[in-house]
């Protein structure tokens, strides 16, 4: 069996697949890979499935050993990943021989960097995925992000190495956008003409407080118009939220299933991922699409993503 | 126009959807119109539903504009149709007080459509029966350091902590739905008497087990999360367990009981 061994565990590194659906009823938010199109391709690139479960890491990666070697690659952004004492780069898998370290600094680019394992990252299912949701300490590895010491076991796999890179124009596409593209909220007649305005002119900083459960933006506020009472219901993923004061925050991946506060607007299911690439500081702003305009984006960016183009294979690799 | 969505929105202009009663119909082309009404014209047909988009891969299913029993009673109806029946290219259900957010895979399913079938739904939720839900015991200890809140919430109300208890333990309350975090079960409704507005600023942690009570609802915390609601007690038995058969302690449409515990039996119950 093979493992990984955790030396750092860097900021908050999660065992991360594409998530768990169908528990809103238990009040279980999906959670899953924040960036899941980087988890997707990462996964590609060492020939897992695309939901396999690999490392999601935030903003400062760890130190990993593999007593037993590995065929990995990274995904999403660039950590400034070094195997012993060679640079490896995104998106090109490679083969780690047994005792190699690798080490992941501070992000270069966006927030989240993916290392997916051939065989994926073996951790017991809860709900019927391997995500972690941090917030209720379920699923994942023990529920929680890593810490040093741990020791990840690796799901069987061939060892079948193929020399694999990413296809320039899906680079390309995966680079990181900072407009975000979405459809109107629920509440939007909540909002005068004028808040509308200034919402979709405004820039807002990503706030230094956001998590996976959601990013709360800096920026101009948006005033209701009057004072309504909001009945909580089910709130989308990527709903972009405005509590009484104003100021909006995007609700993510481990977001809370029902909320209170009128919704002004969605970022798009293709623009997700961009959101998960997201870091403090950032600035942002909005783009109002219609849910046709959405559906075409995301058909687009899938027909992309299921090209045989994709992912360039260079053959079997000696 | 800055809040387009594919020339369907709701042309409601100033009338929000929980503030009027709308019933969506179709025209001759097919293309689903709005009849914007007045309460007055409202008619409790089985398909008085009105859908929302809420996202480009979700929809918000309205049952009711008010919390009632009605309108709860509805969505269990139709989360149990859409549970029994489930349609191909949903993800997940979010039932709430009075609707439901139906989130799809946008590449299987378009909002038409599933507003479509939701119809077929919506015609037989009349004559969908709802099991009765089960009636659970939530021991709980009151006050000291588990119900911080306690005595704040004594004298909002001008009465002794002792009878605030014996109030919150005397209601049998529905599970209106499970939301915010894993197991979280909106409990109501709170006796009149105990109706108490949040905290002006949230606790950043609750411990588990937390019971709180905020406007005419009352509620425990599964897990250490921020919170804003006041907190009157604790219980000792894990609202939310991973290991357990049955995940959540609570489902929509049960009925859950307080019952007052000494500081002495939640100890024992704790480490049982």
């Known amino acids: ?318 | 126009m800055l809040c387009k969505q594919g020339g369907r929105r709701f042309d409601a202009g100033h009338v929000h959807p929980l503030s009027s009663w709308l019933t969506l119909g179709r025209s001759p082309l097919g293309e689903s119109h709005v009849l914007y009404n007045s309460r007055s014209m409202q008619t409790r047909t089985t398909d008085a539903a009105q859908f929302q988009r809420a996202s480009d891969q979700s929809l918000l299913v309205y049952l009711g504009q008010r919390i009632t029993l009605e309108a709860h009673e509805r969505v269990r109806k139709l989360l149990r149709l859409l549970e029994r029946k489930p349609i191909a290219g949903v993800r997940n259900l979010n039932p709430a007080y009075c609707s439901i957010l139906v989130s799809f895979d946008a590449l299987k399913l378009n909002h038409r459509d599933l507003e479509e079938i939701l119809r077929g739904y919506l015609d037989r939720l009349d004559a969908t029966p709802i099991p009765k839900g089960r009636e659970l015991q939530i021991p709980t200890c009151y006050g000291g350091e588990f119900g911080p809140d306690l005595h704040e919430v004594a004298a909002l109300h001008g009465i002794t902590p002792a009878q605030v208890i014996e109030l919150h333990a005397s209601v049998s309350y529905i599970v209106y739905f499970l939301g915010f975090v894993p197991g979280f079960a909106y409990l109501g409704e709170l006796p009149e008497a105990l109706a108490t507005p949040r905290l002006d600023s949230p606790r950043r942690s609750t411990p588990p087990g937390s019971v709180g009570i905020a406007g005419k609802q009352t509620g425990v915390y599964p897990f250490a999360t921020p919170g804003g609601w006041r907190l009157i007690g604790r219980t000792p038995i894990a609202m939310f367990r991973p290991g357990r058969k049955v995940v959540s302690l609570l489902s929509i449409g049960d009925r859950a009981r307080f019952t007052p515990i000494s500081a002495a039996r939640f100890a024992a119950m704790e480490h049982a």
């Open chain 1, 1 to 318: 069996m093979s493992t990984i061994q955790v030396q750092t565990p860097g900021l908050q590194t999660t065992v991360q697949d594409l998530g768990r659906n169908g528990f809103g009823p238990l009040g279980v938010s999906p959670s899953g890979a924040a960036d899941p199109i980087s988890l997707r391709l990462g996964n590609r690139l060492v020939g897992n499935v695309e939901d396999a479960a690999g490392l999601e890491m935030l903003l400062l990666g760890g130190t990993l050993v593999f007593p037993q070697g590995a065929i990995l690659a990274l995904a999403g952004s660039d950590f400034g990943a070094i195997l012993d004492d060679l640079r490896i780069d995104v998106g090109t898998p490679l083969e780690v021989r047994p005792g190699q370290t690798i080490r992941l600094g501070p992000t270069r680019s966006g927030a989240r960097c993916y290392l997916c394992v051939q065989g994926g990252i073996a951790v017991k299912a809860f709900l019927g995925s391997a995500s972690t949701h941090i917030l209720s300490g379920l699923g994942g590895f023990q529920g929680r992000a890593l810490r040093k010491g741990d020791v990840l076991r690796i799901g069987s796999a061939s060892k079948d190495f193929r020399r694999r890179t990413i296809a320039p124009r899906a680079l390309e596409h995966l680079s990181p956008r900072k407009v975000l593209r979405v459809t109107a909220g629920p509440q939007v007649d909540w909002f005068s003409e004028s808040s509308l305005r200034s919402f979709y002119a405004g820039i807002y900083r990503v706030g230094e407080q956001s998590n996976r459960m959601g990013l709360r933006l800096e920026g101009a506020a948006v005033a209701q118009q009057g004072a309504r009472q909001m009945i909580t219901e089910g709130v989308s993923l990527g709903a972009v939220q405005v509590p009484a004061g104003g100021t909006p925050i995007i609700l993510f991946v481990e977001q809370q299933t029902t909320g209170g506060y009128p919704k002004i607007a969605n970022v798009i299911a293709a623009d997700i991922h961009r959101v998960g690439q997201l870091r403090p500081r950032d600035e942002i702003r909005f783009e109002l699409v219609t849910c046709d305009e959405a559906r075409s984006l995301l058909v687009e960016q899938e027909n992309m993503l299921a090209s045989p183009e994709l992912i360039l294979e260079r053959g079997a690799w000696i």
